[in-house]
């Protein structure tokens, strides 16, 4: 990790959650340069210490203040605390990298998967006074789409159906705990702790916890719509999902099925893949073997497989896949910084 005197000024806004400690972990892995780094959280957790590059640091209360000459800030914080402190931040002039929902859908903010829409960060840059708001999408959205726009360049995504079977990781720290715990008092024949989620979580799976909305979809279905007409620029491109939470540590797992404009038979579509970044391939059919969360756990590349044409379409205008990718990396820390090292 390069400690620079001419490198930008950082500052980590919610260190001590669980994207929070991988932001500095994918720092240290990808030896991003700064010249000093400021750890931001709650007034609950100011004073604690934080280890990050061989140097101890205390973590300091959020202010308003904080972000005094930070030229870019790390946010990964509930969506009310983005939304008070990111716009005072960028007024200051720091380039704030927003990993809550709270920017994603406001017109004239970014919203950024570096290897799939990198255009959208056009005239933003470090240095030059001017702070900026970038949103990070939601997890579940940025594993489908690595592996879906590689795709829908070459043949034209016209309807995507997905399905999803995400980990405790995308709920923070302590529901990973609880499904530690709960597994436990399962196994030992007791009733499990429900603090977290509502309803027993070890040896069973429920609809995505997040708030139904009037439309019978939860929030985090409505984010993959939503955000991928944003990010694809596509407002026409038909999107529908069913998200559920799966007795899994890390890392999301999703079944999509795509429709195209033009023809796009599964070997064209394998090549594709093999050659788009940040992806890789699990597809061995004679051995049975796929992506799974445990391949892509504390992994940075998302897996895909199950590599099909949809026997539902006539001719080779539809595909099945199945993706994997690590929620708490790719879904969210290393795609935060991937943005800021374009911002470099």
Known sequence: ?????????????????????????????????YSSVKMLAS???????????????????????????????????GGSISKEFGPRAAERGTIVVDNSSAFRMVDGVSLVIPEVNPEAMKGIKVGTGKGALI????????????????????????????????????????????????????LAGKPPTCNIFSQQYAFNLFSHNAPITENGYNEEEMKLVKETRKIW???????????????????????????????LDEN?????????????????RASNTFPTP????????????RIRRDVSQDGNFGLDIFVCGDQIRKGAALNAVQITEMLL
């Open 43 to 77: 007034k609950r957790s100011a004073g604690k210490r934080v280890a990050f590059d061989g140097r101890e640091y205390t973590v300091e209360e959020l202010t308003a203040d904080s972000f005094e000459g930070v030229d870019i800030a790390l946010f990964s914080t």
């Open 268 to 284: 064209t579509a394998r090549e594709l893949l093999r050659k788009a970044p940040g992806v890789y391939i699990i597809d061995d």
């Open 294 to 305: 445990l391949d892509v756990s504390n992994k940075d590349d998302v897996a895909v497989g």
């Open 135 to 186: 949103a990070n999408p939601n997890c579940s959205t940025i594993i489908c789409l690595m592996a879906v726009t590689p795709l829908h360049h070459h043949a034209k995504v016209k309807r995507m159906v997905v399905s999803t079977y995400q980990a405790a990781s995308g709920a923070g720290a302590a529901a990973m705990e609880e499904l530690v715990q709960q597994t436990r008092e399962v």
């Open 1 to 33: 990790m390069s400690l620079q005197e001419s490198a930008p000024s950082l500052a980590v806004v919610g260190v001590t959650g669980a994207v929070g400690q991988e932001f500095l972990s994918v720092l240290s892995d990808r030896d991003f340069p």
């Open 233 to 263: 620029n596509d407002t026409e491109v038909k999107v529908t999902a069913t998200c559920i939470r799966v007795p899994v540590m890390r890392a999301h797992a999703e079944s999509v099925n795509l429709q195209f404009e033009n023809p």
